[in-house]
């Protein structure tokens, strides 16, 4: 009984132990992001984002001032200052005076540059050049050191991409297309869902069996004819072929065999004594969805607005084919896309730009988590 | 930024508004043109048919002119454009077709396909599976769950961003701000470009799409789980059945069908993964994939809409038998 209470207790802890290294595995790829948008630029290429607690070192090149600013003492020609300038000072660790050994010498060492030159650099930046004789020409001694900085933080990198790199743009797009291509498609959905659970006409059968059919289009088979359709339509009426509208009606195109399978049986489920009663009483079919079923409906209409909500705002092949590649259409995912080719190596830039993609899915993941996994269970036969 | 703001809003108002206008317009005059109030007798009665007549086509009506123009049209066209040529005038046979099975890219393709096929539905479920399980036994489970499950919001361009930061690479002997890099470095190895290695490659994309729908396997296998009967349980356990017993031999086979359909559901979204091949290496490096494949020739050269119509008609006929079962199944689960 005790080895097996034994057993249990180390199979409780090994739970433990499996399930916090998959909660970790899971959520440093995010947290990584989040931690290196919120550093500052130069930070972030001087050391890994798990050691942004810690000061970072980083090597630098710069110029003495240049001879101009000499002083002479004591019969010697000295320049002084601070090699910071005016800029903030850091611990200064080590210096050079060639490329391939900037760290040749450390802090408060003074070293020899011939001639009876000699240069001293304090950790606090302030130097000393000292010569027998005076300083020529214009440019000053080249300098490289070694400093650590304190660990930065600062949401200069979110100024940064929202207001001048366009992503604030990016925002408000992905925002006019996202907000109708969720509502047009519910409206039209449950109107029609309606009509096919609770209305009699002929061929209802057949209409439903086609819109089932049609959960299996991959959307891949949809672009190039629609391509040339809009394309069509642009030339023939003389308007542009990329478009808000556009955009809205293919998402509705795309979304709206699942929002109707999954709306409409639902509907089917409501009790039947609710409409006949309506009825009886003289409410016209408009009446009995806008007052009774509507609002019977919210759950499953909430579940379809969020997965679909989340569906288009992390599109990116759609808003690819169907809007423009310039600032006005440019939406998060495709904008994100972009600054990957353009600014491939800018971190700051683009982990800044990532999390701000992904804050409103995140935002809506934590707040309708309910609603998220029930249309989820729900969306997993979505087509599109 | 506020003129923006205004016209977004003004933009989606008439969006948003436009729909609202014809439904609460079509009906509104329905009404008035067959009133069945104020009216008496036969005239009532003859208005109230008429209504019942074209009212369901009002209701229906937006939603089938949009599933023709945006579904059905496009699928036959598709098919249509697949047999023509790059503008789709001439007729071609099946030279797209031709044209696809000899081509090295083509067959690279469908090649790495196979291998996120193989890889990631099997990879996503096993490890959903595993985490529902080990989360059901604690008490913060729903929290662990949760950060799991949270990935699956996160846009494809947004993982990859995440998971590129992951592979950063810089030369040897330097610091390394890719946290694979650095592990590997800290472990004596020396850093490499990962998402530019022919074939393994692939292995470094496939972990964004497992990264992200593991939460998905996990969450719906989890409900399944929870809807196995304790009895069957606890007789095992009385039978001094051990652990890995009671989950491969009692629940795994009573939440078969559920695993099937994550599987499955995982399966139709690889054959259709797009975003993380564009962002990460565009088929680089021998890593394209169908879907991407079927974009870039969509553009590639101005457009070459017979073979991108090919490589679609590729997709769909690998995803159909798949995604039929899948909705049999759903309707069956589902009990419709």
Redesign the interface.
């Given at each position: 009984m005790a080895t097996a209470r034994g057993k249990s207790l180390l199979?409780?802890f090994g739970?433990?132990l499996?399930?916090?290294v998959?909660?970790i595995i899971?959520?440093?790829?995010?947290l990584?992001?989040l931690v290196?948008s919120l550093r500052d630029k130069d930070q972030?290429?001087?050391?890994?984002?798990?050691n942004s607690f810690s000061s970072s070192t980083q090597t630098e090149a710069g110029r003495l001032p240049a001879p101009e600013s000499q002083v002479e003492k004591d019969g010697k020609f000295v320049i002084e200052g601070n090699i910071f300038g005016d800029a903030p000072a850091r611990e200064v660790s080590a210096f050079g005076l060639r490329s391939a050994a900037p760290t040749q010498y450390a802090v408060g060492e003074t070293a020899d540059l011939g001639d009876g030159v000699t240069l001293q650099v304090n950790a606090d930046g302030s130097f000393v050049l000292a010569s027998p004789v005076a300083f020529e020409g214009t440019r000053g001694q080249r300098i490289y050191f070694a400093s650590s900085a304190p660990p930065r933080f600062t949401t200069e990198n979110y100024e940064t991409v929202l207001?001048s790199e366009g992503i604030?743009?990016s925002f408000?797009?992905s925002?006019?297309v996202t907000?109708?291509a969720t509502?047009?498609p519910i409206?039209?959905?449950a109107?029609?869902a309606?009509?096919?659970a609770w209305?009699?006409?002929p061929g209802?059968a057949l209409?439903i069996a086609?819109?089932?059919g049609?959960?299996?289009?991959?959307?891949?088979?949809?672009?190039?004819?629609?391509?040339?359709?809009y394309n069509g339509v642009a030339l023939f009426f003389g308007v542009p072929s990329k478009t808000?509208?556009g955009i809205?009606?293919?998402h509705?195109?795309?979304g709206?065999?699942f929002a109707?399978y999954l709306l409409r049986?639902y509907m089917a489920g409501l009790p039947k004594e609710l409409m006949e009663s309506a009825r009886i009483d003289?409410a016209?079919?408009?009446e009995i969805?806008l007052k009774i079923v509507l609002p019977l409906s919210f759950p499953v209409l909430a579940s379809f607005a969020i997965f679909q909500f989340?569906w288009v705002?992390?599109?990116?092949?759609v808003a690819?084919?169907f809007l423009k590649t310039d600032a006005s259409e440019l939406v998060l995912?495709a904008k994100?896309?972009a600054l990957?080719g353009s600014r491939g190596g800018d971190?700051e830039i683009?982990?800044t730009?990532?999390f701000v993609?992904?804050l409103v899915?995140?935002a809506?993941?934590f707040s309708l988590?309910r609603y998220?996994?029930r249309g989820?269970?729900a969306g997993?036969?979505k087509?599109g | 930024?506020a003129a923006?703001?205004f016209s977004?809003i003004i933009?989606?108002i008439i969006?948003?508004g436009g729909?609202?206008a014809y439904?609460w317009g079509a009906?509104k005059l329905l009404?008035l043109i067959f009133p069945?109030?104020g009216v008496t007798g036969m005239a009532a009665v003859n208005n109230l048919r008429r209504?019942?007549?074209i009212?369901?086509?009002l209701?229906?009506g937006?939603?089938?002119l949009?599933?023709v123009?945006?579904?059905?049209?496009?699928?036959i066209?598709?098919l249509y454009?697949s047999f023509h040529d790059r503008a789709?005038e001439n007729f071609v046979g099946l030279a797209n077709y031709s044209w696809a099975f000899g081509d090295r890219e083509f067959r690279n393709s469908i090649f790495n396909n196979i291998l996120w096929l193989a890889v990631v539905p099997a990879a996503c479920t096993f490890?959903g599976l595993v985490?529902a399980v080990?989360?059901d036994?604690?008490w913060?489970?729903t929290i662990?769950k949760?950060?799991?499950f949270?990935?699956?919001?996160?846009?494809?361009?947004?993982a990859?961003?995440?998971?590129?930061?992951?592979y950063?690479y810089r030369g040897d002997g330097q610091?390394?701000?890719?946290?694979l890099n650095?592990i590997v470095q800290w472990l004596g190895g020396s850093p490499q470009v990962w998402i530019s290695l022919p074939f393994w490659n692939n292995f470094f994309l496939m972990v964004i799409l497992i990264?992200i729908q593991?939460?998905?396997a996990m969450?719906?296998l989890s409900?399944a789980l929870r809807g196995i009967p304790e009895e069957t349980i606890e007789a095992a356990v009385i039978d001094g059945a051990n652990?890995f017993q009671i989950f491969w031999r009692i629940m795994v086979p009573q939440i078969w069908g559920t695993i099937a359909?994550?599987w499955t559901?995982i399966t139709i979204l690889v054959?259709?993964v797009?975003?993380i091949v564009?962002?990460m290496t565009n088929g680089q490096w021998n890593s394209q994939v169908l879907?991407n494949l079927?974009?870039d020739w969509?553009f590639r050269g101005g457009g070459d809409?017979g073979r991108?119509?090919t490589?679609?008609?590729i997709?769909?006929i690998a995803?159909?038998p798949i995604?039929?079962w899948?909705?049999r199944q759903?309707n069956k689960e589902?009990g419709?």
């Open positions: 199979g409780r739970v433990h499996a399930v916090l998959f909660v899971w959520t440093i790829p995010t990584g992001i290196s972030i290429i001087a050391s890994g984002w798990w207001f604030g743009r408000i797009n925002l006019t907000v109708p509502i047009i409206m039209i959905a109107f029609a309606y009509a096919l209305m009699r006409f209802r209409i086609t819109i089932i049609l959960l299996v289009v991959p959307l891949q088979m949809t672009l190039i004819p629609l391509l040339q359709l808000y509208l809205w009606l293919a509705t195109g795309f709206l065999p109707i049986s003289g016209s079919d408009f969805f989340l705002w992390n599109d990116l092949l690819m084919v995912t994100l896309n990957l971190w683009l982990t730009s990532a993609t992904i899915p995140l809506v993941f988590q998220f996994v989820l269970l997993s036969v087509g | 930024m923006q703001i977004a933009t989606i969006g948003v729909a609202i439904f009906n009404d069945s109030r209504q019942g007549l009212r369901p086509w209701f229906i937006p939603a089938l949009i599933l123009v945006y579904l059905i049209y496009p699928v066209q598709t454009l789709g490890l985490i080990l989360t036994k604690i913060w489970g662990a949760s950060l799991i949270l990935p699956l919001a996160i846009s494809f361009v947004g990859s961003v995440i998971w590129k930061f992951i950063e610091v390394q701000i890719g946290l650095a990264w593991t939460g998905f969450v719906i409900a652990p359909v994550v559901t054959l259709k797009f975003d564009l962002t879907a079927m974009f969509m809409f991108g119509a490589i679609a008609i997709i769909m995803v159909l995604m039929i899948n909705i759903a589902g419709h």
